[in-house]
């Protein structure tokens, strides 16, 4: 579903460029939940925000779902986005819309009209348990509760992926555990693709199937998540 081949990505030229990533393969498959894991600085949040081209790799290809996107014009590349989600540590909502406004927002921008936003947005709210909140501010919502609209964002436009940047860092850890079921749930009921990056630990134990470890821009292991942590 996701597979980046040969990606490489320098910051700035000269001697102070900065190679963030070097040579990354990666290959995601479909319906798995897949992690990246390491230490601030190695290079995670590059790596994913170049799947939906957030960032651009200098060198290297990202296909999803079958289409390489380096190639793509502005005007295809905003349609490929539409297969992919993405949530962040900090969630990125609208201090003044609403949470329906806020999942409703990426449909208004496809252009969709009101009646049939509705029929997307109220089974959205329902999955993630925001049947109550459709008409609070981000400001009167809990951060888990912040992160299930995000989440519900994220799913508006029906993507095939969901990617999670730190989703869970800014989180304690009884919300995490929430925030986390939600996704395995997501995942399972739908279907959807999970690439995460995080620094700990216990979110890949959690919920992924595969991990792969990132240390100064290499992808330096991957493995089964019952093969990547030694046994107690
Ligand atoms: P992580 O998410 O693992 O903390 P990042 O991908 O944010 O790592 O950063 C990898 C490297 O790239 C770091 O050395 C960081 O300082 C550098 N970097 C990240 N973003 C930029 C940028 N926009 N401009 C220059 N350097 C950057
Ligand atoms: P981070 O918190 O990970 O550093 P930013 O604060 O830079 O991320 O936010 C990136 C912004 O880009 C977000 O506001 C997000 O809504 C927007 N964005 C652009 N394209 C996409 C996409 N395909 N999916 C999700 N968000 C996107």
């Known amino acids: 579903m996701i597979r980046l081949t040969n990606v490489s990505k320098t910051y700035g030229n000269g001697p102070t460029a900065i190679a963030a990533l070097k ?39 990202v296909v999803v779902d079958g289409q390489e996107l380096t190639t793509l014009s502005a005007a295809e590349l905003n349609q490929a986005r539409h297969q992919i989600g993405m949530i962040f540590q900090h969630f990125n909502l609208l201090a003044s ?6 999942i409703a927002l990426p449909l208004e921008l496809m252009g969709m009209d009101k009646v049939e936003i509705r029929d997307r947005v109220m089974p959205l709210l329902d999955l993630t348990g925001l049947e109550d909140k459709a008409d609070k501010y981000p400001a009167e919502l809990s951060g888990g509760q912040k992160q299930r ?16 940047d730190e989703a869970t ?48 821009g290499e992808l330096v292991e991957e493995a089964d998540v019952g093969d990547f942590f030694t046994a107690p």
């Not at 009884?174 to 995460?196: A, F, H, P, V, Y």
């Open 23 to 61: 040579n990354i393969d990666l290959h995601v498959p479909r319906g798995s939940i897949h992690g990246v894991i390491g230490l601030s600085g190695a290079g995670k949040s590059t790596l994913i925000r170049c799947v939906n081209l957030l960032e651009r790799p200098t060198t290297g290809s």
């Open 149 to 164: 609209v995000a989440i519900a964002r994220a799913l508006a436009s029906r993507p095939k992926v969901l990617l999670c």
């Open 97 to 102: 819309r609403t949470v329906f406004a806020n």
């Open 169 to 216: 860092s800014a989180l304690d850890p009884q919300t995490t555990g929430s925030i986390l079921e939600l996704l395995q749930d997501i995942n399972r009921k739908l279907g959807l693709t999970i690439l995460l990056i995080t620094h700990e630990m216990e979110v890949v134990k959690t919920i992924c199937h595969r991990v792969g470890l990132i240390s100064a």
